[in-house]
């Protein structure tokens, strides 16, 4: 176990040429294009599935537990909270277009009057805010994730489709990539050294997903009722590379959460699902 993560965390960036400066939209071709090179066999929409595109026992075992989740009650707890109006009557859908259907593949977004990347959770607290109702902490699981469980479940199917649009949003962008490829803690990785250059591979008992398609399935449910949030897990990759974490909401995990999120553009969403 040691030498296995001894070994990437000494590995050589063969992805290293994709942080140079291109363009989102060439970030996002070089990067699908080096995948489909690397793995021809794996098609492109099952890359929502993270290291389960690599593992068809582990896909098998999935496609069997979603068929009846042991987490639908924590989804229907969400669906409570997303229909249960606030004091003046409105509710969570008078916030959104089309009632808040078909709209979560546009987060992250940036919004230039507020001069940063705004994140479907960020939206919720300003719907709460504009309605004069108290906001939710972005690392409370049991309010904001499981709200987040139901709401993003309103989108499901739809494709990624997001913009960087203007020298704000590029800024937020590059921000979101430089961290993306930045070594940091006792291990000295990068995002990009697990899901870039070992994409495919095992460590430990795990095989490592691809970038690509990371940002389509969350919240995840893992070990059937544990639910985890994007930036949760983001949390928790940097203290596994022992570097001290950012908070759940921070705008470095949002200008990440922005630049991950844009290159799984033209991929559908699906949540909130199974992970092992």
Known sequence: MKRTILALAGAILIAAPLAAFAGPKHDREELVHFFSSRYPNIKFNNYVYGSMAFNPDAKAQYDSIMEFPPFTPVIEKGKKMWEKPFKNGKTFASCFPNGGKNVAGDYPMFDNKLGKVVTFEMAINQCLKKNGEPQLSYSNMKTMGVLVSYARTLSDGMKMNIKVKGPGALAAYTRGKEFFYRRRGQLNFACATCHVDNAGKRL???????V?????????????????????????????????????????????????SYVSNGLPMHASVFRP
């Open 204 to 210: 430990r008992s795990q095989i490592l997903s691809t």
């Open 212 to 260: 690509v398609g990371q940002a389509t399935h969350w919240p995840v449910f893992r070990g059937g009722t544990r639910l985890f949030t994007l930036q949760r897990r983001y949390v928790g990759c940097n203290k596994q590379v022992r570097a001290v974490p950012f908070k759940p909401g921070s705008e470095v995990y949002n200008d990440l959460e922005y630049f991950e």
